[in-house]
């Protein structure tokens, strides 16, 4: 059991390694790692390929079990919870950007952006209209009605953040949101995240690689090898 936890902690990983089996081999991509994230801070997830970051950020999130160790979210040991607990927990507390957007494709935009909500039992109705004043402010009310292959990337992706944003998650976590996009869009939905997201009361983790966003982030975690090797702020003039 972990002590007692300062209150502005959101997530406490402790000891926590992650095993894969490639045939008869069994390969460790992570190393007992130790963070704390607080609420209200965007933190980064940096390192090459293959570091490790989308399986920490994925453990963190409550969708890939760790081999080893604890991971804390808002005092909750998450992975002591059953998986009927455990989907319960994601749908009430964390809400998930991926790098590929996961849009249904045959439902429009809002009813892409209500599925946590009616997840949670709501009614399509009220969890179309909750969507939709989510979509009217990442400014894109206007495109609610229309199906995720008549959008364009950028609009995608603000659709996306709108479907992990709606329930009011206390935590955000992202998977590479400028990876396939230019320099401006990149930075837009950056700045746009950090608008929309960040508050007080959440925490947002990104996974990344793109130093062209790292100025914006309160905290900078470096992995490499399964280890994290930086913990800092100072990486936006790195390479």
């Known amino acids: 059991m972990i002590g007692a936890v300062d209150s502005k902690v959101a997530i406490r990983v402790r000891n926590v390694s992650r095993d894969f089996q490639a045939g008869q081999n069994t390969i460790r991509v992570l190393h007992d790692i130790d963070i704390d994230v607080q609420s209200g801070e965007l933190t980064y997830l940096v390192g090459e390929s293959g570091s490790g970051k989308t399986t920490l950020i994925s453990i963190i999130a409550g969708i890939l079990w760790p081999t080893i160790g604890e991971v804390h979210v808002f005092g909750q040991d998450i992975y002591a919870l059953d998986d009927t607990e455990l989907v319960k927990f994601r749908l009430a507390n964390i809400g998930f950007i991926f790098q590929q957007y ?22 399509r109705s009220e969890a179309r209209e909750i969507a939709c004043d989510m979509l009217e402010k990442l400014n894109i009310a206007d495109q609610a009605g229309k199906l995720p292959s008549t959008l364009s990337g950028g609009q995608q992706q603000r659709v996306a953040i709108a479907r992990a ?75």
Do not use: W, Y
């Not at 837009?188 to 950090?194: F, Q």
């Not at 960040?198 to 992995?223: C, G, P």
């Open 102 to 123: 996961n849009l249904i494709p045959t439902i429009d935009a809002a009813s892409n952006a209500a599925v946590p909500l009616m997840a949670r039992g709501m009614k």
């Open 165 to 239: 944003l709606v329930h009011g998650p206390r935590l955000v976590v992202c998977d590479e949101p400028t990876a396939a996009l230019d320099a401006r869009s990149g930075r837009r939905v950056m700045d746009l995240l950090r608008e929309v997201a960040v508050a007080e009361n959440r925490s947002v983790i990104i996974v990344t690689h793109d130093n062209r966003i790292f100025d914006l982030a309160d905290r900078i975690l470096t992995l490499d090898d399964g280890r994290i090797t930086r913990d800092g702020t100072n990486l936006s003039q790195e390479g």
